[in-house]
């Protein structure tokens, strides 16, 4: 059924629909609607679950990778701030391969402190062996939050859904939650395979020195490009069940020949769609990077096929270099045929607004020479003649 | 190489592949140790070894261990001034074992009971042995013979075996009924042949020649000489005759005063017998009370609660006194003039009594009756006592000069000049004989030091109060009737339940509780060989060894 | 000849449970391996433990090898609390039977790993935490915690001309705990192990969250002989120092009497962290006094002095009984 639904309230309402039987989270804007539905449908006898209020983000991921390893499906959800509390328990969760799923809320992060959304959080620990997929609507976020568990299980590693803060968290859509049988069809009963029991016991969390951990990493690391198949099952499985195609790497709209291409990460694509239809012009393909890991290095290369100019637009920075992922898309186009110019700008840090102009000052930007990474939203009226006023 | 799993985990038992016994530098290593008990004992017992099977609940095994060392319990449980409890480790936690009267009760429920003694069947081909004297000396020895496969003769002057037991201990100390028990039963395993002297029924020519070996225990019967600068009253009376005659008769002349002179066992009992009479009795001795660091050259060899009950009795106890002067009217004495004596240790093992002078005072009283000690009687023996007429003897008893002559009790020189020490030359003597008898040679006796006390962790026991036994009270002690009451079945087990198991393994799980590595294994086995250490995995830590209660365990270096 | 004994065998059939096997790599005489013994032997096999990173973890679990018969989770070092609560909540979840126990060391009891005890504590958690409590960062070598005792010398907080040891106190951790107002929490000691083990069963007996804190001597990093470490442990009690309480709803309901109360340079002198406490300097005597002082707070705040040497106290005590039945 079709309703109007908060992003949160979606999210938090698939959630209960995955029967997860611990959760737990700690509040954090712009987290806090998600869990908050949560504690309501629990309260409400409408979701039955061990939900754990904690006292830090780092409990959370401790209180889940505990329950997870003691046989339960679990869910946490947080941003900005709290992700980088938890990321030392992130790392380990992954480390263990012990499927979880979190929910990040997008959010900049501090300092200067910030509210609004960007995906510095997300990108910060893009390195901790997590599954990241990135949500461009609030249908996506509910899709894809049911695809998670089912791909976290089969694959023994957490998921992270990505979901930009405010932006679709706290806005209300038109989207379709499905129904307690499809979900469960879709999804069933799960026994984690190194299950913490006392029939069988087994230690889990060993000590792995320089002799073994290289493989322990290696493992891991194949583990985790392996995913891309059961995220493009989880897809496909999903899609025969709702009857909504969701793209399970990159979503790709455009005409074929066009040779201007846009790749983004989130909501922004939502906005470059309706650029695009707003501004007409020359034919521009527009990329949607759901899954940033595993990193879709062939998906990518057959969605840029033919493209001369590709737009990374960036919603987080890492100083000092390039756009962060521009120089993992510049990275896999290495050695494509005939790949195109990657052009990398940053916009909507901490909360921008991203209005639909950004989407003809980027076709625009592209005609002449431009520092490897800019914001393309920057107001130099704000900065000294040293920082570069104009 | 082990292949890497999910998330590197590992499975249970794994770390059994991994031998930490390789970092070890010491290993722990069960030892027993002799308790101060045993190093105490003159008749050799390990009370540790049978108070432990006490505790245990094994009565019976605990009266066999202590059999197979002394024969004769119910009555060294009585009589004997037990050094045991004087050396026993318990004594400086909190009070000693009362070891004596375990023993006492051991001794007595196995009359009770009818326990038969342990021994062996004879084979046919036994030889026989000669042993002189039936008394704790001459008994022992007989016994352990038996025990060791020999036939035993013993020949004694008396028509009843016991020696001294049964002509000189009051049965106040030793009820009859107790001594006959016990002694009728040990002698049902000997042969004995009565009123048969040395040197007068027969020969020790007759005896070398027709005997494997013979062993001579006559004991001391002969009253040493003695008087006051040459003086002597012309009605003295030496204190061992008279106790003899009480013991067999009841009577004593009438005394109405006396001083007793000595400081041993027969001038306690002397002095008890007299007070029983109605007497006022003192007693004087150079020495000075026993007491734990008291050499023992120095203090009476009356044991301390002997003393204690004799003074209770009414008896005056003039230690570290002398006699200075007799006073007598004509022949008779009319009283003594003591004086303060110091025994200062002059050169090698030798004291001297030196008197002080202005320190004289005057006792009036009727009688003296010395009680200095007696010699042996040589009738028989002559050609082979030393100068001070004793048996000069090795360690093992041995005669000089005679492969199958031995001797002991208290005819040997330097003997403890108590029954278990008697009870333990006997012992050595059978030991000795058996071994000569055998061809085999003796292994030199090298006992182990016992342990110290501070070789004991007393962390694991708590204080309790020793078990006292009833004693009648004075005004009620009568002639015959025993004082001491002894304890009843559970006091005996209460009391064994305290017993420090001083370098005894007692089984306590203590090394099995506190090893880091579970590198002790427990078994069914008996205590001492009830834990095995698995060295696939002991570090060497060294804590079972520092945590054992009682020392059972060493750290032997492992470095060499 | 006796036959040779089959280890194998006669291992499987201890009459006690092994959760912890040898094999593992604790140093000689290490109290936290002992401790953890002991800790399992008295829960048994029906529970699942969380371990906060720390020698524990380090010695049992060097991969592919565990020490663990029971099921093991080491996650992170801060976390040890979070992780059993998981572990309940997800058992809760499940209906199943089984206990949870977390098991950390001071460090990750007192310092880091504190706001996820209090979290747990606070949420009502049916977990038992232990904190092996070593005084130090042992594994990192001797580092101070918050539990390092006051004047004690570790790596960071050295003795020199301008120190002498550590300058704050040992955090009373079990008064903290006790603010939370838990059902059950007590103290206990490596020297005492009938009483430790007591005092597990009873804290898995309750419903809701329990804390146990164990002392637990570390050779190295206290610097005495491995042989000592019960010696030390039991000094620590009988100083007055180390005081073994029980507290039920934060009220004190039982502390084991000292029989023969020791002057606190009894326990100190064993150990080579508190050796610049007897040189010749009047600080270093003042530093002794000071401890001297806090043992007798101790000691009067919780009633430990004993009524009479007899054995009224023998319930804690750990009385050895011929035959290996000791008391608790």
């Known amino acids: 059924m079709r309703q109007a639904l908060e992003g949160s309230q979606a999210i938090a309402r698939a959630v209960a629909l995955c029967r997860p039987q611990v959760v737990a989270a700690y509040p954090i804007t712009p987290q806090t609607h998600i869990v908050e539905n949560i504690a309501k449908l629990v309260a409400d006898a409408q979701f039955q679950c061990e939900f754990v209020s904690v006292e830090s983000e780092f409990s959370a991921a401790s209180v889940v990778l505990g329950a997870a390893c003691a046989g339960s499906r679990a869910y946490t959800a947080s941003a900005s701030q709290g992700i980088m509390l938890m990321s030392e328990v992130l790392y380990n969760i992954a480390g263990l391969r012990v499927p979880v799923v979190l929910t990040c809320a997008n959010r900049a992060v501090s300092a200067p402190i910030n509210i609004w959304n960007d995906q510095q959080d997300s990108m910060a620990v893009r390195d901790a062996g997590w599954l990241q997929l990135y949500c461009a609507d609030n249908q996506e976020a509910v899709d894809t939050t049911i695809q998670a568990f089912r791909i976290a299980e089969r694959c023994e590693l957490p998921v992270m859904v990505c979901v930009d803060g405010f932006t679709l968290t706290h806005t209300l859509e038109p989207l379709e939650l499905p129904s307690q049988e499809a979900v469960d069809a879709f999804l069933p009963p799960y026994a984690f395979s190194r299950t913490l029991d006392p029939r069988a016991p087994l230690s889990l969390g060993t000590l792995v020195g320089p002799d073994h951990f290289t493989e322990t990493r290696y493992l891991h690391h194949q583990a985790v490009l392996d995913a891309e198949k059961e995220i493009i099952a989880a897809a496909r499985d999903w899609s025969s069940l709702s009857g909504r195609m969701s793209a399970p790497l990159i979503r790709v709209d455009g005409p074929p020949g066009a040779r201007i291409g846009i790749l983004t990460l989130g909501s922004v694509f939502g906005t470059l769609l309706d650029a695009r239809e707003h501004f007409g012009g020359e034919p521009v393909r527009l990329l949607h990077l759901r899954a940033f890991r595993p990193f879709p290095v062939e998906a990518l290369r057959a969605a840029t096929k033919g493209l001369s100019d590709l737009i990374v637009l960036e919603r987080a920075i890492s100083p000092g270099a390039d756009g962060i992922v521009a120089a993992e898309v510049r990275s896999a186009l290495m050695g494509a045929d005939s790949p195109p110019r990657v052009h990398n700008f940053a916009a909507g840090l901490g909360g921008r607004d991203v209005p639909l102009a950004v989407y003809a000052r980027l076709l625009e930007a592209i005609g002449t020479p431009q520092p490897r990474m800019s914001p393309i939203d920057l107001d130099r009226s704000q900065l000294s003649a040293a920082a570069g006023a104009p | 190489m082990p292949i890497m799993t999910p998330g590197a985990v590992a499975y249970p038992g794994t770390s059994l592949t991994f031998k930490t016994g390789g970092w070890r530098t010491a290993r722990p290593v069960h030892r027993w140790v002799p308790a101060p008990c045993h190093a105490g004992c003159p008749a050799g017992e390990d009370p540790c070894g049978y108070v432990g099977l006490v505790a245990e609940g094994d009565i019976k095994g605990a009266w066999e261990r202590l059999v197979a060392i002394n024969p004769l319990p119910a009555v060294t449980g009585r009589v004997c001034d037990h050094p045991c409890e004087g050396s026993c480790h318990r004594g400086a936690y909190d009070s000693p074992i009362a070891i004596h009267n375990v023993e006492r009760w051991l001794g007595d429920e196995a009359a009770r009971a009818a326990w038969a003694y342990p021994l062996p069947l004879l084979p046919a081909e036994a030889k026989t042995v000669a042993v002189v004297g039936a008394g704790p000396a001459g008994l022992s020895c007989a016994y352990h013979l038996r025990r060791l496969g020999i036939r035993a003769m013993v020949i004694d002057r008396l028509p009843l075996a016991g020696g001294t037991l049964r002509t000189a201990l009051p049965s106040y100390r030793l009820p009859r009924e107790v001594l006959d028990r016990e002694v009728e039963r040990l002698m049902a395993t ?3 042949l009565p009123h048969t002297s040395l040197g007068r029924d027969v020969t020790l020519e007759e005896l070398t020649r027709e005997y494997a070996a013979v062993f001579l225990a006559p004991g001391r019967q002969q009253p040493r000489a003695w008087d006051v600068d040459g003086r002597v009253p012309r009605d003295l009376h030496a204190a ?13 002349p009438e005394i109405h005063s006396a001083v007793i002179v000595g400081g041993g066992n027969s001038a306690i009992d002397m002095a008890r017998v007299l007070a029983r009479t109605g007497a006022k009795v003192h007693l004087v001795t150079h020495d000075v009370r026993p007491a734990p660091g008291v050499p023992r050259d120095l203090a009476m060899k009356a044991a301390p609660r002997d003393i204690r009950q004799a003074e209770e009795e009414g008896v005056t106890v003039h230690v570290e006194h002398a006699i200075h002067h007799l006073i007598l009217r004509g022949e008779k004495v009319v009283g003594v003039e003591l004086v303060r004596v110091k025994k200062l240790a002059r050169d090698e093992g030798h004291y001297e009594i030196v008197p002080f002078e202005g320190t004289e005072t005057v006792l009036h009283v009727d009688q003296v009756i010395p009680a200095v000690g007696q010699t042996v009687a040589p009738e028989g023996m002559e050609s082979l006592l030393a100068a001070r007429g004793f048996f000069a003897v090795d360690g093992t008893g041995r005669v000089p000069g005679h492969d199958a002559l031995f001797a002991g009790g208290d005819a040997r020189a330097g003997a403890w000049g108590t029954v278990s020490g008697a009870v333990g030359d006997g012992r050595r003597a059978a030991l000795a004989i058996e071994a000569h008898l055998s061809g085999k040679a003796q292994e030199p006796a090298r006992d182990a030091e016992p342990i110290t006390f501070s070789g004991l962790n007393l962390n694991y026991f708590e204080h309790a109060a020793r078990a006292e ?3 009648l009270p004075p005004d009620r002690r009568l002639a015959l009737e025993e004082i001491a009451a002894g304890l009843s079945g559970p006091e005996v087990a209460l009391e064994a339940v305290r017993c420090l198991s001083c370098g005894t393994c007692m089984a306590c799980d203590n090394c099995w509780t506190v090893c880091p590595d579970q590198a002790v294994l427990k078994m069914h086995a008996p205590a001492g060989m009830r834990y095995l250490t698995d060295y696939d995995y002991c570090k060497g830590c060294g804590l079972c060894a520092h945590e054992c209660p009682v020392g059972f365990i060493a750290m032997v270096d492992e470095t060499s | 000849m006796t036959p040779p004994v089959d280890f194998q065998l006669l291992r499987a059939q201890q009459p ?3 959760g912890l096997d040898p094999g593992h790599r604790a140093c000689q005489g290490c109290g936290q391996a002992l401790a953890a013994r002991l800790t399992l032997e008295a829960a048994g ?23 663990w018969r029971v099921p093991y989770l080491h996650s992170v070092f801060a976390n040890a609390a979070a992780v059993a609560a998981g572990m309940e909540a997800a058992l809760k979840a499940q209906g199943k039977d089984v206990k949870v126990i977390a098991l950390a060391g001071d460090g990750g009891t007192f310092d880091i790993g504190f706001q996820a005890l209090s ?11 232990v904190c092996y409590d070593n005084e130090a960062y042992m594994n990192t070598g001797v580092q101070r915690s918050g539990s390092t005792p006051h004047a004690a010398a570790t790596t960071t907080s050295p003795a020199g001309v301008a120190r002498m040891g ?10 903290i705990i006790a603010a939370h107002h838990i059902p059950y929490g007590a103290t206990a000691s490596v020297a005492y192990p009938a009483d430790l083990r007591k005092k597990v069963r009873r804290a898995l007996q309750v419903d809701g969250p329990s804390f146990l804190q164990v002392h637990s001597p570390c050779p190295l990093g206290w610097g005495h002989g491995s042989e000592l470490s019960i010696e030390v442990a039991r000094l620590a009690v009988q100083t007055g120092l180390f005081p073994l309480i029980e507290l039920e709803r934060g009220a004190l309901i039982g502390a084991m009497p000292i029989r023969q109360i020791h002057p606190v340079t009894a326990y100190l002198k064993l150990q080579s962290r508190f050796r610049h406490l007897f040189a010749d300097d009047p600080r270093a005597r003042e530093e002794l006094a000071h401890l001297q002082a806090l043992a007798d707070h101790n000691i009067e705040t919780y009633g430990l002095h004993a009524e009479s040497p007899d054995g009224l106290d023998s319930e804690g005590a750990d009385t050895v009984r011929r035959g290996g039945l000791r008391s608790a």
């Open chain 2, 469 to 471: 036994e009833i004693v």
């Open chain 3, 119 to 129: 979290g747990m504590l606070e949420r009502g958690h049916d977990v038992l935490f």
């Open chain 2, 240 to 252: 061992l005759p008279l106790l003899e005659a009480w013991v067999a008769f009841g009577k004593v």
């Open chain 2, 190 to 192: 000997v042969n004995f």
């Open chain 3, 16 to 18: 006690r449970f092994q």
């Open chain 3, 166 to 175: 550590k300058r704050h106190l040992k955090k009373d951790i079990l008064a």
């Open chain 3, 45 to 67: 096999p029906d529970i699942l433990l969380a371990n906060a990173t720390g020698c524990l973890e380090v010695f049992t679990t060097a991969w592919p090898e565990s020490a």
